[in-house]
């Protein structure tokens, strides 16, 4: 099965590549460095000719309100468009569980319209809400500083590594659409201060954790269960310490 991964150069994608090679399927990598642009729709026809999947794992570069807005709407309406010129029967998306319940965060607001295009369209559709990655875990922290200080406010906290994202999608991907969503989530639940406060002072990192229960997310205050699945969920098998913990691989920038 010729299966077409947007985005799938990057943290989540590549990982999804690798697995459906793995279980023997042709896994195409689109990204504008494979010469495919979800934005200008370059290369886009070609890549999708004779796909039988789509999965979209892409992300914007900006997450400056508009941009990201601009970026999963447009990408979405091309990938929708150019999928039902192709015939592609299966579309695959990734998003963040308890978006919808975040309106104040202007990137969650794009997350929610580019499912919103993928319920509305034709192509038999499957989306993923995953909770925060491990790898994410660091720019969240950075996100939430002022001078010297972190807030973060005492809500649950459920991450999951992104290899057990890309696990979750792979499978979902190779399976008949859900035409609706699963929630996957990390085997742990936490308090998101105390997770931060534990993995700040174990990287000696000399911010302090404040406890506040107005802090923002990325634009949003959070209620207690705002960022974990509401119901059932896939849990993911690493654990944050397995994965590496507070040592673990970071690979988003820490500003
Ligand atoms: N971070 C989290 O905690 C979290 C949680 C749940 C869900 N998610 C979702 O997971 C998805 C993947 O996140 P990630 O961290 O794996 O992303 P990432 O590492 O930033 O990778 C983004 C990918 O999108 C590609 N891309 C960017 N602009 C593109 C364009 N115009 N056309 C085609 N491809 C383009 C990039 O290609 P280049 O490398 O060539 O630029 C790259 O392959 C996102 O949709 C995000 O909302 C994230």
Redesign the pocket.
Known sequence: MKIVV?????????KVVAKLGEHGHEAV??????G?????GEGLADALTGASVVV??????SWEDDAVMN??QT?TRNVLAAEATAGVGHHV?????GAERLPDSG?LRA?VA?EKLIEASTIPYSLI?????F??VA??ADGATEGNTVRVAPVGFQ?IA?DD?ATAVARVAVGAPLNGRIDVAGPERYRMDEFFRKVLAERNDPREVVTDEHARYFGAELAEGSLVPAGEATLGKINFAEWGGAAGNY??SRG
Not at 56 to 61: E, G, I, L, T
Not at 93 to 97: C, D, E, P, Q, R
Request: hydrophobic content about 45%.
């Open positions: 947007i985005g799938g150069t990057g943290l989540v994608g590549s990598a689109a990204a504008p460095n494979t495919v642009n979800t934005l200008t979209d794992v892409s992300n914007s570069p970026f999963f990408s998306a990734l998003s963040i569980v990137y997350k580019q809400h995953a909770t925060q990655f790898e994410f720019g969240i991450p992104a994202v690979p988003v």
